[in-house]
């Protein structure tokens, strides 16, 4: 009898087990799969906000412009036809609110009943037009052309420089700044944390005494608790104003603060991973160097660190992980600028501290909702890359012992 009540129980347990394990796959794949969806309405869109339209003049031979010329155009970098292969003639801005420089209150009506004839007629008779205004104000015998607006390409949303996604009248879609901030303050933390990080875990493992290590080891793994916002709070008043003096630039808020602060959040990972790897080196290789005349330095150098490399490369690569999809620390640091970083000493913007900024103000299911998820998919496919590189790494570390 109690052996039967033994193994239902033991059944039980087990079954379980096996459903909460199901349950966090299934939850994990649905997370995915709804960021991939809701990332991917992106490119089923244009971008110009739902409802409104851009026209030119019938007689205007330019059927077709890019996102980054339609700007241009607004910005006045571009300010005749013939620099876009049209005629030459001036380029005529007009925005809605403008129609009040060209038609009095009582030519548009009390209620401005007569706003689309007008538009209608404002867009006939100026022939280097291009009018911008809401699909409801276009008239039912409407005498201009809708431009013809691509929706948006994969290749033009990584490969693009400028992120305006709020910008009227095309949003600018390119993420290249916000990945590129993302990597050099990603890659500049490693650089900072990866020596430190190796000479901490060989002092813990082969030279620091047993009450030491005892006491320091808890105080490094501590570190990886503490809020990444007291983190960023730090940053922004000790090393943001110490790099704004040393480099003697107009703010501190660059990309070396970001790599700084992610730098010191990646160290307890490096340190403990990297610690409890060479502490597996096993005894006799270490005893056999000494024996054969070795110090204990070149005991380190020689057989600990080679031993224990795969250990200290995933590491590492654990550490990038953990300074690519960090949001608060940098968003408080890096100055948020979203352009082309050349150097670290330049304001950056990284694609978590996007999100988290951006977020809050999308409409729920626009564009701009939608881009940001976008940007989701491609955190998740860096630090998906990143997790593989550690299989591989500790794959290739278990085949080589066996």
Known sequence: ?????????????????????????ITVILIVFFLFIEGAGVFSKKPIDDGFLLAVSVDNPVKK??????????DQKITNWSQLGGKNEPIVLFRA????????????GKNFEFFPDKINELIAKTPGIIAFFSDKYKAKDFKGRELDIDKIK???????????????PIAQMGVKPLI?????????????????????AIYLSEIAKKRTRSLLKPLIELLAGIPSVVYGFFGLVIIVPLIQSTFNLPVGETGLAGSVVL????????????????????????????ALGASKWQTIYKIV????????TAGAILGIGRAIGETMAVLMVTG?????????LEPVRTIPATIAAELGEAPNGGLHYEALFALGCILFIITFIINMLVEVVTNRKSHKKH
């Open 1 to 25: 009898m109690k052996t039967n009540f033994k193994q239902i129980k033991e059944k039980v347990i087990e079954t379980i087990l096996m459903l909460s394990s199901a349950a966090t796959s």
């Open 65 to 74: 412009l890019k996102p980054s010329e339609i700007k241009d155009i607004y």
């Open 97 to 108: 609110g403008d129609i009040t420089d060209y038609y009095t209150d009582e030519e548009l």
């Open 154 to 168: 994969v290749s033009e949303f990584l490969l693009g420089e400028e992120w305006f996604p709020t910008a009227q």
């Open 180 to 200: 590129y901030g993302t990597l050099w303050v990603s890659f500049g933390a490693i650089l900072l944390a990866l020596p430190i990080g190796l000479a901490a």
């Open 263 to 290: 730098a010191i959040m990646a160290l307890p990972t490096i340190i403990t991973i990297s610690e409890d790897a060479m502490r597996n080196t096993p005894r006799a290789m270490k005893e056999a160097s000494l």
């Open 305 to 312: 660190i080679p031993n224990s490399a795969s250990g200290i």
């Open 336 to 344: 948020n600028a979203a352009v082309i970083p050349h150097t670290l």
